[in-house]
């Protein structure tokens, strides 16, 4: 029963070709686009989740805070008032995982007849814990390099690439400002920060090394900021709480007045924008969504004028016998074909238009067995539904009004 009247289902769209491919047309884009928007927002999800990876979990960021001098109120981290010492009391802490002091600038580095413009960071071990960092060659330094100020450094992806090639550059001498320093290590590779800064591009000496042959202090021991890693996500509250006590305690920080310094929560913030763009993702859905209910319609819009050009037919096929479940069957079939046909489309448009993106912009798309089900499923849905409306109609004329329709 069901293969004759698909085979009637069929012949009648193919001899009305042109229409058929047009009323496809809606269920076509409305699955390619559904799929290309959500290829599009999972990528841009899927970068903003490894840039949180990328720089460690349960992190909080303490800065120098602002100075009022002879009335003049200064920036953020204007006057350094954290010290090394600090980030030392605050390992007694409890729930703190690792504190690791920085202290940051900017140098050339040269290695032969190569050179290169980094960021330099001096710290301590503790941060490749802290931003949870590997090595992908070589050993770290230790605290026996803090304690001596050792010229000794380990490089980022970016740097090793520009200064060595393909050389392997453990235990090569660069130079730095002039001065001899032995690589130890070569970080594994982070990629882009969340602000879109190159974390591969930056090189790890001891922080006493920095201050003491590198940049200088303003004061003996001061340091730009320190970075913090709580033992877990819940018990970051009573870390920053913790933390502000007790630096207010060393700076001595009479109640009621302003700290010198901020915590800032950065683990917070990127689960922030994590949030942000799985929200921008499901309205690209959403907004994709909109072309299936247009095709939908069109569906719609088609079949009621094929159901108006075949009443005749319509009346013939039941005057010899066919009942209105058969007429219902047949045009619901109809409505079936073109929208699984103009699903399937879709769906390698949708593929393949994501692709294109990838390779054209070198934006990250992700194309998932899942979205991929979900348009098929909801444009079928939405096709069968605009569908049923006219089949509907077709199976409830009278022969006689049918046979005497022209």
Request: with cysteine; glycine share 10%.
């Amino acid at each position: 029963m069901i293969t004759p009247m698909l085979s009637e289902a069929w012949m009648a769209m193919w001899a009305n070709r042109l229409r058929t491919i047009l009323t496809m047309l809606g269920m076509v884009i409305g699955v390619g686009a559904v799929i290309l928007m959500l290829a599009v927002g999972q990528g841009a999800q899927q970068q903003v989740q490894a840039s949180i990876a990328s720089m460690g979990s349960n992190l909080f960021i303490i800065l120098s805070g602002s100075t009022t001098s002879g009335g003049l109120r200064m920036g953020g981290g204007a006057i350094p008032t954290l010290t090394v010492a600090d980030a030392q009391s605050m390992e007694d802490l409890p729930s703190i995982g690792s504190v690791a002091p920085s202290s940051p600038g900017t140098a050339q580095l040269v290695y032969g007849p190569n050179n290169w413009s980094t960021q330099i960071i001096g710290t301590t071990p503790s941060y490749l814990q802290v931003r949870d960092w590997q090595l992908a060659a070589g050993s770290p330094f230790t605290d026996s390099d803090i304690r001596s100020a050792t010229r000794v450094a380990l490089v980022g992806q970016t740097v090793a690439q520009n200064l060595f090639g393909e050389e392997n550059p453990v235990e090569k001498t660069i130079r730095i400002k002039n001065s001899p320093y032995v690589v130890l290590g070569v970080l594994a590779a982070k990629g882009q920060s969340l602000d879109g800064r190159d974390q591969d591009d930056t090189v790890l000496v001891p922080v006493t090394t920095a201050q003491r042959k590198l940049f200088g202090t303003q004061f003996a021991g001061t340091v730009r900021f320190i970075m913090v890693q709580a033992d877990s996500a819940e018990a970051m509250p009573r870390v920053e709480k913790s933390i502000n006590e007790l630096l207010r305690q060393r700076h001595r920080i009479r109640e009621g007045a302003d700290n010198d310094f901020s915590v800032r929560n950065l683990t917070a913030m990127a689960n922030t924008a994590a949030e942000t763009a799985q929200v921008m993702s499901l309205m690209l859905g959403a907004i994709a969504s909109i072309s299936l209910l247009v095709g939908g319609i069109g569906i719609m819009n088609i079949m009621l004028v094929s159901v108006t050009e075949r009443t005749r037919e319509i009346g013939i096929r039941m005057a010899i016998g066919a009942r209105g479940k058969d007429i219902l069957l047949q045009f619901l079939l109809e409505a079936i074909i073109i929208s699984v046909i103009g699903c399937l489309i879709g769906v390698l448009l949708g593929v393949g238009g994501a692709l294109a993106v990838s390779k054209i912009s070198g934006m990250a798309v992700v194309v998932t067995i899942s979205s991929i089900l979900m348009a098929f499923a909801v444009a079928a849905a939405v096709g069968i539904f605009f569908g049923w409306y006219p089949a509907r109609k077709a199976s409830l004329l009278r022969p006689i009004d049918a046979l005497r329709f022209q």
